[in-house]
């Protein structure tokens, strides 16, 4: 099936979980925030929340500066 993550889209597995999709891209969970079709994902649901067909999937990483 394929998604839309972070404007590109990807071709992925059926039943793919949020963690699966992270790990896949080599993402640490703690460090992102993670939303579905404009919905926001609790990160203790990652490894729970399986992605659908056509899913649009934005993944926001945490950047600190000083």
Do not use: C, H, W, Y
């Not at 640490?28 to 649009?56: C, G, Y």
């Amino acid at each position: 099936m394929d998604i839309i993550v972070n404007g590109k889209k990807l071709p992925v597995e059926d039943g793919l979980t949020v963690g699966g999709l992270l790990d896949i891209q080599k993402i640490v969970p703690a460090r992102v925030a993670v939303e579905i079709n404009r919905s926001i994902v609790s990160r203790a649901d990652f490894d729970f929340v399986k992605l659908a067909p056509d899913d649009t999937v934005e993944i926001i990483r945490f950047v600190g500066g000083g």
